[in-house]
Nanobody, 124 residues
């Protein structure tokens, strides 16, 4: 089993920056594919970014590409999501997800492990 804990959420002004983190513990070998998802009120959950530990591949949703950066800390199972230039549409609860399978990263059903989420509010 893998436990995922997100941190770093909060309020940020449009055009600012925010960095989210997700720490993994437990059987972390079962979570070498990790992604960030978000869900705004009244909207479906959306895959935002993904990183594969095996080769370092990263993928992004079109809506955040060029503004967000997903990364992994060297030597451990903590990942980050650097959010630069967010806008109000980026607001929502951000979830960290993990699994050992490499597949359709943007689909929530791909992941076995989920954190509880951290709230991000982009507002002036």
């Amino acid at each position: 089993h893998v436990q995922l804990v997100e941190s770093g959420g909060g309020s940020v002004q449009p055009g600012g920056s925010l960095r989210l983190s997700c720490g993994a513990s437990g059987h972390t070998y079962s979570s070498n594919c990790m992604g960030w998802f978000r869900q705004a009120p009244g909207k479906e959950r959306e895959g935002v970014a993904f990183v594969y530990f095996g080769g370092g591949s990263t993928y992004y949703a079109d809506s955040v590409r060029g503004r967000y950066t997903i990364s992994r800390e060297s030597g451990n199972n903590t990942i980050h999501l650097q959010m630069d230039g967010p806008n109000p549409d980026d607001s929502g609860v951000y979830y960290c997800a993990g699994d050992r399978r490499y597949g359709a990263w943007y689909q929530g059903s791909q992941y076995s492990y989920w954190g509880r989420g951290t709230q991000v509010t982009v507002s002036s």
